[in-house]
């Protein structure tokens, strides 16, 4: 009995020694902030950097990147285009196939794999930005040349809003010709 109540108090001081460290503001946490925020590459709206924080501090569990959900409706709309934005390549690359697979399943294959999307994406930019960070961090020791290496290596891709924007309007385009082919086709034989 008195083993498991010191083992007990060991464990309660280390967990309060543990959560005094996490409080603390510390220069490691302030250089993790800012590259981070590098990062995400939108200073001018430190809720977003806020918002990877948060979806990245879930992935980290004691040093142990960890999948699990975290909602995002850029990654929900988006898809594809959102992993490509976010220059996590081989993220987008894997839900390309994932979404050719699915299409065979009709209406519920394709939903399935938005819902997923929104759900996990933000998980594959986590691992795409501990891959940089890694990389980064192995060529160079200077903190200041390691922070101006993430806004050069993360950020994102403006061109992949142009892609998407153009891709949609030429699917509507296309829809809307298909439609009035179907139409003209069907008055003329009579049956509409």
């Known amino acids: ?19 005094e460290a996490e409080n603390e503001e510390s220069p490691s946490s302030e250089y993790e902030a800012k590259m981070l925020e590098a990062f ?18 879930k992935y980290d569990v004691n040093g142990i990147d960890v999948m699990k959900w975290h909602w995002s409706w850029w990654a929900f709309m988006g898809g594809i285009f959102f992993l490509l934005y976010r220059k996590a390549y081989a ?4 839900l390309f196939l994932i979404s050719l697979v699915s299409g065979i399943i009709p209406f519920w294959g394709g939903l399935i ?8 994406s ?11 960070k890694l990389e980064i961090e192995a060529a160079q ?16 891709n403006q061109w992949v809003i142009w892609v998407a924007v ?4 030429l699917v ?8 009035s082919t179907i139409m003209t086709v069907a008055t003329q034989q009579g049956t509409y």
């Open 166 to 169: 153009i891709l949609n309007v």
């Open 141 to 156: 020791s200077d903190e200041k040349q390691r922070i101006f290496m993430m806004e050069q290596l993360g950020g994102y």
């Open 1 to 19: 009995m008195e083993d498991n109540q010191s083992e007990l108090d060991a464990f309660k001081a280390r967990s309060k020694a543990r959560t």
């Open 122 to 132: 933000t998980y594959f930019v986590y691992k795409a930005y501990k891959t940089k």
């Open 172 to 179: 509507l385009v296309a829809f809307a010709v298909f439609a």
């Open 40 to 57: 995400v590459g939108k200073p001018e709206s430190p809720e977003k950097g806020l918002w990877y924080a948060i979806a990245f501090n």
């Open 113 to 120: 794999v938005w819902i997923l999307t929104g759900g996990f």
């Open 91 to 94: 993220a987008a690359g894997g």
